[in-house]
């Protein structure tokens, strides 16, 4: 099993960027699936989450600004960013848990997101 994460980048302060985590191999449709970041000096940590009935849950730093969704058809989670703040700079990560999010799992790449001010 491997998971591949895309779309990172540099955006200014307020503006947007869309993250996604593709799977190969597994039964992704039963994984729970979550975006862990983690900072500079920092631990990581879980952003969002969202079990493999489609409900979700967010850090309380980023509720209401982002989304996270899966499509089971394509095995990928993707994970919408708005109203970016420099705090939300971090490698992002993904990560696929065969029962829970912090439980065993699979994890993805990181990608960068950094957020000028």
């Known amino acids: 099993v491997q998971l591949q ?3 990172g980048g540099l955006v200014q302060a307020g503006g947007s960027l869309s993250l996604s985590c593709v799977a190969s191999g597994g ?3 039963s994984w729970v699936m979550g975006w862990y970041r983690q900072a500079p000096g920092k631990q990581r940590e879980l952003v969002a989450l969202i079990g493999n009935g489609g409900n979700t849950n967010y850090t309380d730093s980023v509720k209401g600004r982002f989304t996270i969704s899966r499509d089971n ?9 708005n109203s970016l703040k420099p705090e939300d700079t971090a490698v992002y990560y993904c990560k696929g848990g065969l029962w829970s999010i912090t439980g065993p799992g699979f994890w993805g790449q990181g990608t960068q997101v950094t957020v000028s001010s």
């Open 27 to 29: 039964t992704f449709g």
């Open 73 to 81: 058809s394509k095995k990928e989670v993707y994970l919408q960013m």
């Open 5 to 7: 994460a895309f779309g």
